[in-house]
């Protein structure tokens, strides 16, 4: 998945600190995602973004933040890391096209660990 | 409310055989059904979709899903696994009345193929 990129791969932190995940793609799509996964739990949705003016809450969103720098770029932050935000986390991107039946484009994710 | 639901955890098939991964879902609305495969340490890549028109829906791999409205079912099949074909699944739903774009996935199932 080279059009949606996210860094860093994998990164381990301490609790209280900030973290910032970044993510671009080079799809042209206007819609992106950030999600986090748990083994057993799926996927589930942090932020959404549908153009850059527009950010919405998703789930999960508490203790979180988001910025969409521009179109090809949405960044998440955790602002004071906890150590039940390890997780695997996905940036995608949709572009909708007038409708909702497109799919969904996913980074190859980043895996956080927070001591 | 939005929801899928994969009843399996784990599905183990031998190679050559028949495979079925189940997936259930609620919405408010009619749906749009998408499939997911996660390879490990991969992003989550897409399979395919159901849209509208013929309930059974052919997408990559040799991988095949059937739509069945009564039973609000959306199961991912292919007539011979392989080996390669392990991996964790995941179904996702949107409801096709939505403005939102909001996938929903299943918790997923992990698919192994044995020799």
């Known amino acids: 998945d080279a059009d949606v990129t996210q860094t860093p791969r994998n990164r381990i932190t301490k609790t209280g600190k900030r973290i910032m995940l970044e993510c671009s793609q080079t799809k042209g799509h206007d819609r992106m995602y950030w999600y986090r996964q748990d083994p057993g739990l799926g996927l589930r949705l942090i932020y959404y973004s549908f153009d850059v003016k527009d950010i919405n809450k998703g789930e999960i969103s508490d203790g979180y933040s988001v910025s969409r720098q521009a179109q090809a770029k949405f960044s998440l932050s955790l602002e004071s890391a906890i150590p039940n935000q390890t997780a695997l986390y996905f940036c995608?991107?949709?572009?909708?096209?007038?409708?909702?039946?497109?799919?969904?484009?996913f980074g190859p994710g980043t895996r956080l660990t927070v001591l | 409310a939005q929801s899928v639901a994969q009843p399996e955890d784990q599905v183990n098939v031998a190679e050559g055989n028949p495979l079925t991964v189940k997936c259930t879902y609620s919405?408010?609305?009619?749906?749009?059904l998408f499939w997911y495969v996660q390879y490990p340490n991969r992003g989550l890549q897409f399979l395919l979709k159901y849209i509208t028109g013929d309930n059974l829906v052919k997408g990559s791999y040799g991988f095949e899903a059937e739509f069945n409205k009564s039973q609000t079912s959306f199961h991912l099949k292919k007539p011979s696994a392989l080996v390669s074909d392990s991996a964790l699944y995941f179904c996702a739903v949107r409801d096709r009345g939505s403005t939102l774009g909001r996938l929903y996935f299943g918790r997923g199932t992990q698919l192994t193929v044995w020799p």
């Open positions: 995608a991107t949709s572009d909708p096209g007038g409708r909702e039946m497109n799919e969904q484009f």
């Open positions: 919405v408010s609305g009619n749906p749009y």
